[in-house]
Structures are given as structure tokens and as C-alpha cells.
């Protein structure tokens, strides 16, 4: 299969195979500046209504593609128009589930577009009895119950990388983003109930399980005795791809229910969390339009990203000179601060047809 290197155009989706070392260059440093804020949209939200899309990329990176094309969007504000890379975790059409999202290209393409700050939407299950279906979370710390079926990390082959993971979801950007998302939801007009507001929870621990099904009632009442205030299927590894990736990384969460903890209750169904699911989108659309226009300006000012910047400066152990030169290729395309290797293949030069898109010998499917 041929070769495909991790770049593509700015002009078009179509990825080059094979250029001069200084037409790479040009390449990287085009797709690198398209733009520095990125939205990640969850179960429901897989587009944003009010934006005006300028076009659609179609990266293809070490680690794959990525879940959906990547929307490059604008975005009127009080201080001009911004531009930010919208992408849906689950698909245009919802067809990936939970354990195979491709989270390591997700991440890999925002960051190459230039992405330095993501702000993600994610619906979850309730554990505590005052976060109710409908109420917002913003979780500042995480408990992974996932199995190990998800690649969650860069550093997986030769290269030895130890992130730090204290704080997993940054909180120059969560402080930043919490009374704006209070903001937005007062000021949302289709509530379903407007004498009974969603409320904002500015903080809580998330539990990341598996799935794709549900919790029984005893593990949701352990998760409830371990401190877990919600529980979803999707921030982990993202959260964790992102610290690596040196991108400050927020979450959003809609409630859609009570999981199965509540005795007397039945669990949860399906039907329940549709329904929640579906009002809930329209809210997480007003507060992705409301705030992403002050965060692109805070990233900008650099009021928002400082802790992010430089996180593994001192969390790569390996020598260079131990680690295969196409594994140094394949991180100098995330972070390009700390490697800087050209592609040891043979440049082919001409570009590829759609059908071979997915040709690169080391990508996920």
C-alpha cells in the first residue's frame, strides 16, 4: 500500500503523498494555523446550527482518520469573526460506539489544525440526586473504569512518555468557561420548563465506563460510594490524548438521567435518555454558540492554554536516537516542538485518489 504522509491542504481535503521535504514544511505550517479553538460535540450534538461553515477537511493522520470530517467553522462575535474545527465524536450519524472511537486521531488532526484549546460536549448519567436530567456539569476530576480495549496514548511503541494527569481537565479553561456557560443558560429560550432551569454543577468527578451498556444497579451504587457524581463512555482516553497532545481540554455535561442507583426506581431506559438527550442538545448548541467566541479570544490574549503549553517538556524519557525514525515522524506530527523528522518512506509524487485515502501503513481503522 502506498505511503501517505499526515498532511493535507488548506485548499483541499485531498492528502498529498510525496512532497519535497520544503513542501512539507509549507504543507505542515498551513494546516497548523487554521485555526486555535476546537469543539468536540457528544451524543446529539453533531453539528453547530449557528455557525457559518467555511469548509470541511478530511485529515488523515499517524493514528488514522478521524471520527468525522472536520468542520471549519466562523463564528460572529462583538469582537469579530473567529474560526474554530468542529468535529463529532460518534460520527455524522452516530455509528461509532464508545470503544472504537478513534480518539487518537480526533485529537492528532485538532491539534495539527492548529487547535491549542477544545472544549467538548458530552451526555452522562446522574449519580447523585442533585443532578438532575437537564443540569449541567463541568467535571474537574475523572475515574477511569474503562477495560483497556481503548488506545489511550501516544506512547505506546519506543518512545517512553509520562504525562501528568493530576487535574485532567484544565482549570485555567474550565474557571474560564463555568460562568459562561451560567450565562448561557439563563439566557436559553426553549427550555422545557421555565420556572425550573437547568442548573450548573462548576465541578463533580465523572466515572468513564466501557459500554456500551448501562450500569448495573450495584456497580452504579459502588461508583456512587467511590465519589463518582457522573458517569459517561467517552472522556476517557480524550481527556488523556489531549494532555499529551499539550491541549487544554474541557468537558460540557448534559444529565440525561439517574442512573441505575435509585431503589425504588426502575433503571434507566433507553427511551429516557432519548428524550433527555434531545432537549439537551438544543441547550448544549446556545451554550457552544454563547461561549466559543470569548474562549477563542482568551486563547488568543493567552489568558487560557498557559498550563497546557510545554505539559510534556520534561515527560519524554526516551533518547532520540533509540526510537525508530518513523516513530519520530509520526510524533513530529503532534508535537512538532519537540521533534522535527522527515518521513523516512519513499516520496511518491502525486496525489492520491479517495478510494486510497485510508492507505497509510500505520493508521488505525
Known sequence: MPHVPFFTSEMSSTPIIGPSLERIRE???????????????GSGLYKLDNLK???????????????????????ETPNGKVTLAFLARHGLNHSIPPSRVPARANIAALKHLGVKAIVAFSAVGSLREEVRPGDIVIPDQVIDRTKGIRKSTYFDEVMVGHAMFGEPFDVELRDFIGPLVKEAISSFQDHVNADDLPKLHDKGTLVVMEGPQFSTRAESNMYRQW??????MSAIPESKLAREAELSYALVCTSTDYDAWRVGHAPVTVEEVMK???????LSKHIAATILGAVHDAVKAGKVGTQAAGAMKYSLMTPHSEVPPTELHRLTYLLPNYFDYPDPATKIT????????????????
Open 53 to 75: 461553515v467555511e469548509r470541511t477537511v478530511n485529515p488523515v493522520t499517524p493514528w488514522g482518520a478521524p471520527s468525522s470530517p472536520i468542520t471549519i467553522a466562523s463564528l
Open 350 to 365: 502525486r496525489r492520491i485518489s479517495t478510494e486510497d485515502r485510508d492507505d497509510y501503513t500505520g493508521g488505525e481503522k
Open 276 to 282: 433527555t438527550l434531545h432537549t439537551n442538545a438544543a
Open 27 to 41: 504543507l505542515t505550517l498551513v494546516a497548523r494555523n487554521v485555526t486555535e479553538k476546537g469543539v468536540i460535540g
Open 227 to 232: 465519589g463518582g457524581d457522573i458517569i459517561n
